[in-house]
Nanobody, 124 residues
């Protein structure tokens, strides 16, 4: 069993920055590929970023490339999402997720464990 808890969400003005954290318990994250997804009101959940177990391979949705950075610190059992140049279209509940395999994946159904989400609201 893996428990994931996101934190760091909040209200930020457009153009600002925010860093989300995903802390894991129950198992070490060192063997898991990790991802961030988001869901805005009235929309389906969508892929944001992914990172492999070693942290040396990443993927990003086109909408966030150049603005968001996913990283991990396996010693702290934590995954991060650094967000910059935020726009109102980034407003969503953000979820971290863990795979049972170590490779990064952009596919939602390949993730087994999910956090409860943290809300990010960007004002104009």
């Amino acid at each position: 069993q893996v428990q994931l808890v996101e934190s760091g969400g909040g209200l930020v003005q457009a153009g600002g920055s925010l860093r989300l954290s995903c802390a894991a318990s129950g198992r070490t994250l060192s063997d898991y590929g990790m991802g961030w997804f988001r869901q805005a009101p009235g929309k389906e959940r969508e892929f944001v970023a992914a990172i492999n177990w070693r942290g040396d391979s990443t993927y990003y949705a086109d909408s966030v490339k150049g603005r968001f950075t996913i990283s991990r610190d396996n010693a702290k059992n934590t995954v991060y999402l650094q967000m910059s140049s935020l726009t109102v279209e980034d407003t969503a509940a953000y979820y971290c997720a863990a795979r049972t395999r170590g490779l990064a994946s952009t596919v939602e159904y390949e993730y087994r464990y999910w956090g409860q989400g943290t809300q990010v609201t960007v004002s104009s």
